[in-house]
């Protein structure tokens, strides 16, 4: 049987920020081709400053704890701090996940980026260090695996 820490079981069983933000700033969804999982992330921004964080996710019990957590951790974050919200952020704060649900930890990160894009692009900005999202994560090979 999987392991899972308190902090993941807590925020699958009582997830923070399950919603959708009208006229959010900037929008992200990605998927994972390889489980069929989809991961939506809404992003309120006001004057380069996460003010909002809601998602939608058609996914497993760790992608449904990581998008609680990434959305926890970035509100408040400038748009440039969010991007230290990783994979492995979410994860240290999550007290760990089971190895082969690292993956799902991934989801979250990028329908992140890809919110923080849509709104970079809307607004004409740069965010230093994004990079253009993906729609499926399975065409990525850069995240760290712990
Ligand atoms: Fe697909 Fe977890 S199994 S996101």
């Given at each position: ?24 700033s ?33 996914g ?14 970035v509100?408040g974050?400038?748009?440039?701090d ?9 994860m ?12 799902c ?12 894009w849509?709104?970079a ?14 729609n ?8 760290e695996?712990?």
């Amino acid at each position: 049987m999987t392991e899972y820490s308190e902090k993941v079981m807590d925020h699958f069983m009582n997830p923070r920020n399950v919603g959708e933000i009208a006229d959010a700033s900037g929008v992200g969804t990605v998927g994972n081709a390889k489980c069929g999982d989809i991961m939506k992330v809404y992003l309120q921004i006001e004057n380069g400053v996460i003010v909002d964080a809601k998602f939608r996710t058609f996914g497993c019990g760790a992608a449904v704890a990581t998008s609680s957590m990434a959305t926890e951790l970035v509100k408040g974050k400038t748009v440039q701090d969010a991007l230290q919200v990783t994979n492995k952020a979410v994860m240290e704060a999550l007290d760990g996940l089971p190895p082969v649900k690292v993956h799902c930890s991934c989801l979250a990160e990028e329908a992140l980026h890809a919110a923080l894009w849509d709104y970079a692009e809307k607004n004409n900005i740069k965010i230093d260090g994004l990079k253009k999202p993906v729609n499926d994560i399975e065409a990525l090979h850069h995240h760290e695996e712990v």
